[in-house]
């Protein structure tokens, strides 16, 4: 009996949170066929991976992306997997391709997720052959898949493909007892067919694109509670999860979001809420979220909110960016499709003095401070003002006010104007805090969207440096064997997912880490051109020194700086079904260590073939 790969003398973590050890990992067939803390009989193995000094952790999870469009005409999803990420979740935010077809896509995922629209359209009419939930599945399995995809299935797809674009975004308009049924037999289907449950949203800056409905809000932000009770009652049913977004502008919705996970005459409803984040426009709130979490979870739920563990800095050209979308006069500029109604907008006086209002208004929830002295230029074609902020630009233009210098190089320059900023996790005393609540998960990468906006594809890596740092520093705040498990085993169990896990039989999806190499490299700004998005330079991260070898399914998919030959021509992931576990223990012992040999580490298995 031989080995197809051996990984040998590396820091071995199981993903279930248990101590970490030096051992010896065989891979045969696809699965874990040996741990062992003595070498493993290389005889016949074709490939045998040295691993000293390094990590060998399973493959993280990514519970929060908008792949979905993205993953029908690249579905190697190299951005992920170059950094560890071997399981992501699509289907986020109320958002799916599983009904819909093309333009629809294209309105619905376009302005909110900042992927080009006509993109949207020619991916999914190109690629659609799938009219159900389990055809959806088969088409992409009939993919290149690089990582493992699991779901959720999307409450403004459904509402949509059922009530028509137009009619499921009018508040007049609710769904007919047939349409409401229909909703809900597409809820089940998703669910038989394996999905991880129902994406909804409620945040009202989240605006649609194209002409039809053009700025309206996502169609499940117009869903009444009857609507609303049919489809969590499944989902209650069936212990699948609902992921929803809470209206920021009205703060009730957060608590009744979160008090609905209480199992008060039967299950606890499993929910992900977006997000647990330390705002710099609301301090203090995240003290709130985090006390809201423990409270539901004491009662009875089953309650989650997802945290992005590293400071979320975003990046924009000119005007383009999402969170202009939280008040009237950013909404009103990015409703203008045209780049000559919006330049003679933002001339206009008495727009730019709405405009003002709205920046000084300091009242209200909202997500970005509205701080242009906390703003920074980062490339423009008029160098006199990069590394300067919008508020300094005003000084030196004869005490301009910082919105009109925003608008004035807006104008000027247009596009080529980019800035950045940060609007939340800018505290690191607060993250560590946040990284050990048992009421948080971490994710929220929106990887696959907001394509020049900001790169989070490596948040995983991110929150390990943070973790490598403090414990460099003798001010540790978790164990690293703690983090591991919050970024792999956590998240599969919690969604039911044959993922995140390193035992004798587990597929052997895992990656090399190099934690010499958690350094600065992590955080440094890159952009590379996207091939399926006609060359469009996105944000990534580079990193790559940092981790020397992923593997799904036993097989390499990324080595040494590069992609395997596989990705891309064949199948290395697979579609992840809820529920459904492949794991088979391997119970022929070859060699067993004593106990003596690593008595630190009894929850580590030892070696079968």
């Given amino acids: 009996m031989t080995y197809d790969t051996i990984i040998r003398d590396g820091r071995f973590f199981d993903g279930s949170g248990g101590p970490s050890a030096v051992r010896h990992v065989g891979i045969r067939d696809g699965k874990v066929a040996g741990i062992s803390a003595e070498p493993l009989d290389e005889t016949g193995c074709g490939d045998v991976v040295e691993a000293a000094g ?96 699991a779901s959720f299935i999307g409450h403004s797809d459904m509402r949509t493909a059922t009530m028509g674009l137009d009619r499921a975004t009018r508040k007049e308009v609710k769904p007919t007892r047939a349409e409401q049924a229909r909703m809900e037999r597409m809820l089940v289907d998703a669910l038989d067919a394996g999905f991880v449950g129902m994406s909804a949203q409620q945040l009202l800056f989240d605006k649609l694109d194209g002409d039809l409905c053009r700025s309206r809000t996502l169609p499940s932000t117009y869903a009444g509670g009857k609507e609303m009770r049919g489809l969590r009652k499944i989902l209650r049913r069936r212990g699948r999860a609902l992921q929803a977004g809470p209206d920021v502008g009205r703060p009730q919705t957060v608590v009744t979001q979160a008090f609905g996970s209480l199992g008060l005459f039967g299950k606890p409803l499993k929910t992900s809420l977006l997000s647990a984040a330390d705002i710099k426009a609301i301090p203090f709130v995240i003290y709130l979220l985090r006390g809201l979490a423990g409270v539901v979870n004491r009662l009875g739920g089953d309650f989650r909110w997802q945290h992005l563990p590293v400071p979320f800095e975003v990046y924009a050209d000119g005007i383009d960016l999402v969170i202009f979308e939280e008040f009237g006069a950013g909404a009103q500029a990015l409703h203008l499709q045209e780049k000559l109604a919006r330049d003679t907008l933002m001339r206009d006086p008495s727009y730019r003095a709405r405009f003002r209002k709205d920046y000084e208004s300091k009242y209200g929830p909202r997500v970005w401070h509205r701080d242009f002295f906390d703003a920074q230029v980062v490339a423009c074609p008029d160098e006199s003002v990069v590394g300067k902020s919008f508020g300094q630009v005003g000084l030196e233009r004869g005490g301009a006010h910082p919105v009109d210098a925003f608008l004035d190089l807006v104008l000027e320059h247009g596009t080529a104007m980019r800035w950045r900023t940060t609007i939340s996790n800018h505290r690191p005393e607060i993250l560590k805090k946040i990284a050990r609540e048992p009421g948080v998960q971490m994710g929220f990468s929106d990887a696959g969207a907001h394509l020049r906006n900001m790169a989070f594809y490596n948040f995983g890596l991110r929150l390990l440096k943070h973790v490598h740092d403090a414990e460099q520093a003798g001010q540790p705040f978790m164990t690293m064997e703690h983090a591991v498990h919050r970024l792999t085993g956590e998240l599969a169990d919690w969604y039911d997912l044959d993922a995140g896990h390193l035992r004798l039989g587990d597929r052997a999806d895992l990656f090399v880490l190099d934690p010499a190499r958690l350094d600065s490299s992590l955080d440094e700004y890159a952009e590379a051109p996207v091939e399926q998005y006609d060359g469009l330079s996105r944000m990534v991260n580079r990193n790559d020194a940092t981790v020397p070898l992923v593997m799904v399914g036993g097989r390499t998919v990324w080595r040494a700086g590069r992609a395997s030959s596989l990705l891309g021509r064949e199948r290395t992931g697979r579609f992840l079904r809820a529920g459904e576990q492949s794991r088979e223990p391997l119970t022929a012992p070859r060699r067993t260590s004593s106990p003596a040999a690593a008595p630190s580490v009894p929850s580590v298995p030892e070696v079968a073939s």
């Fill in 54 to 149: 390094q990590w060998v952790l399973p493959g993280m999870v990514d519970i929060h992306t908008h792949y979905d469009v993205e993953v029908l005409n690249g579905p190697d999803l190299t951005e992920s997997l170059r950094h560890g990420v071997t399981t992501i979740l699509l289907g986020s935010c109320s958002l799916s391709t599983v009904h819909v077809g093309g333009v629809d896509a294209g309105d619905l995922f376009g302005r909110v997720e900042a992927i080009p629209r006509q993109h949207v359209i020619r991916a999914v009419d190109d690629h659609q052959t799938w009219r159900t939930a389990s055809e959806y599945v088969t088409a992409l399995e009939d993919r290149p898949l690089g990582p493992n995809l």
